[in-house]
């Protein structure tokens, strides 16, 4: 935890400074009309702004009576990055919606496809303007996933141990606070007063458990917490065709052992290479007290001899050469 609070320390500065930069630079889109000599200038309607990235990254690998071994497989990922955001007067909504799902064959046994990516994530927040560039603000966010999710042993999946399905988990977080948002680029939000609700549907009660539900909270489809949050989103152009997108997300629970931090860490960086292809890298590290992650061991038989649960520092790594279209 220690490493993770540094690297976000440092990750920090690095945006508030980006920040104060872009501040500085912002422009509008104007359109000037003449009237007899004078020029009239006008804005842009700048009310609604929205826009995102389509794309689908796919590799393959034959492998046929090949002397150095190895596995064929054939991989694929899809994702879409939605923002829809409103801005007049004194009133802000900010609305983004992330998808992904990705799946990778190997042959090892026919028909069973491995979950490589799978994410569903909406956040929307509202804003009246406080002062300056402060905000008071509400927020909800909710976060889940597709599909069921295994374990994967030698390669393949283990049907009998489901580790994740639909709603199983899903986080709901409704917050207030406020938030700083000098530009469109870059904000911070920061909320005293926030409920976060785990969500393990009826048909998965067993793995809840693993999400930090305790013994007398086992019949119940939703955990709740209250407790402080605060979230940092930043986006910035590296280069002409390059772009970075990353937020990060800190929550601690009043009600029991406030000192773990749950940390939610995600970076895009996406460099266009042409008019319809991206080279996309993805980093996201979760670290939550409350998840337990299974680590399982095996004889020589495929007998299970010992298993442990701990909260483990999650980590999802994705890269990708592919289709992509932003709009």
Same mark, same amino acid.
């Given at each position: ?214 013994? &007398? ?71 939550? &007290? ?38």
């Amino acid at each position: 935890m220690k490493k993770i609070f540094s690297i976000f320390i440092s990750f920090s500065f690095v945006a508030i400074a980006g920040a104060q930069d872009l501040a500085a630079n912002e422009f509008f889109e104007i359109e000037g009309k003449k009237n007899g000599s004078l020029l009239v200038v006008e804005e842009a309607d700048t009310t609604w702004k929205s826009g995102g990235l389509l794309g689908f990254n796919a590799s393959q690998t034959l492998l046929d009576n090949w002397a150095a071994g190895g596995q064929s497989s054939i991989t694929g990922t899809a994702f879409v990055n939605l923002f829809k955001n409103y801005a007049k007067d004194k009133w802000t909504w900010d609305n983004t919606l992330d998808l992904s799902y990705g799946l990778l064959n190997n042959g090892i046994i026919e028909g069973n496809n491995v979950k490589i990516d799978d994410k569903i994530d909406f956040s929307s927040k509202v804003g009246k303007l406080a002062g300056g560039d402060w905000y008071y603000s509400g927020l909800i966010n909710f976060r889940s996933q597709f599909a069921p999710g295994y374990e994967v042993l030698n390669g393949a999946e283990n049907r009998d141990n489901k580790t994740s399905d639909f709603l199983a988990p899903a986080f709901a977080l409704v917050s207030l606070g406020m938030d700083y948002k000098p530009n469109d680029n870059f904000s911070v939000y920061i909320s005293p007063l926030t409920s976060k609700n785990t969500i393990v549907n009826e048909f998965n009660s067993g793995l809840r458990p693993n999400y930090g539900f305790g013994s &007398d909270e086992l019949d119940q489809p939703i955990r709740f917490e209250l407790g402080g949050y605060a979230k940092i989103a930043y986006k910035r152009k590296l280069a002409e065709n390059a772009e970075w997108q990353t937020k990060i997300d800190l929550f601690s629970n009043y009600l029991k052992n406030p000192q773990n931090v749950d940390v939610n860490w995600e970076n895009l960086v996406s460099v266009k290479f042409a008019k319809y292809f991206n080279v996309n890298f993805i980093l996201q590290m979760i670290y939550d &007290d409350d998840i337990k992650i299974e680590i399982n061991e095996y004889d020589e038989a495929g007998v299970l001899t010992n298993s442990k649960n701990a909260p483990r520092l999650q980590i999802r790594q994705v890269f990708g050469i592919g289709f992509s279209y932003k709009f």
